[in-house]
Structures are given as structure tokens and as C-alpha cells.
């Protein structure tokens, strides 16, 4: 399955993508410490943005399978950018935080965290970039 991505650049470090099947749109800045005014989400941002909806999209998944509702449970995704040998991502850490009295069960949350790490957006990264996660149950 393909999904087409159009991008337009708006000026002033601007870029307004639009989602080919659904029409929504959203717009990037360059961050205030490359040169933008950081009035948005940088691409880099979405890229850790993609991982933490990703990691939640799949622990959905997996507990909607096994008739445990994960409502609640949030993600904190901190990206650490690095300028040597050149500037990208060098660090997404990933802390989830399930409510308490979500997934009590051991296998439940082996089954989580298996699931967390095998997200398509983690798999995809770059095997530079260090990208823990972490699980907190309340």
C-alpha cells in the first residue's frame, strides 16, 4: 500500500504538506536554532512525533486483541539532535506510561513492550540513532 505525501514550500523556512487520501494538512518550521522561527513542528519533530504515535497505534493493536483497554496511556518522546559528523537525530527516547490497573498481567505487558519495539516507525530508524524505550506502569 502507498500513501502520497505533497509538499509545497511556503517561504521563510516554511513547508505545508497536505496527506493524499484524507486532505489534512499540517505545516513545518525550522527550528529557532537552525535558522527558523520554530512557530511549528521541525521535520525532525515528526519524525519523533511519528515514533510515539506509532508505539501507541501499536499497543492499540495489540490490546484491542486481548480485551484490555489501554485508554490513557500516554507517550513522551524526547528527541536529541547531534551536529557531528553531521546534524540529525542522535537520540529518541521513548517513555510509556500505562495508567495503573492497565495490563497487571506479566504477559500482558511482555506482550506490550515486545509489540512497542517492533513498531514500523522503530524499525525504520536508522540503527545510529539510539532509541530506547521505556515502560512505567502506575
Keep these: 500500500m502507498s500513501v502520497n505525501i505533497q509538499a ?3 517561504g521563510n523556512l516554511g513547508v505545508r504538506a497536505t496527506h493524499g487520501p484524507s486532505g489534512n494538512q499540517l ?16 521535520p525532525t519533530d515528526l519524525v519523533a512525533t511519528a515514533l510515539g504515535s506509532c508505539v501507541l497505534t501499536i499497543l492499540g493493536l495489540v490490546s484491542q486483541r486481548h480485551d484490555v483497554d ?6 513522551s518522546v524526547t528527541k536529541e539532535m547531534i551536529a557531528q559528523p553531521v546534524r ?13 490497573g492497565l495490563a497487571n498481567d506479566a504477559a500482558m505487558r ?3 513492550e515486545a509489540a512497542a519495539r517492533k513498531c514500523p516507525v522503530h524499525q ?3 540503527p545510529d540513532i539510539d532509541a ?5 506502569y502506575e
Design 8 to 10: 509545497v514550500y511556503t
Design 27 to 42: 505545516t513545518t518550521d525550522a527550528p529557532v536554532d537552525n535558522g527558523g522561527q520554530g512557530t511549528s513542528f521541525s
Design 70 to 75: 489501554l485508554t490513557g496511556t500516554k507517550v
Design 88 to 100: 540529525r537525530i542522535g537520540r529518541l527516547e521513548t517513555i510509556v506510561t500505562v495508567p495503573a
Design 110 to 112: 511482555d506482550r506490550l
Design 124 to 126: 525504520s530508524l536508522h
Design 132 to 136: 530506547p524505550i521505556t515502560f512505567i
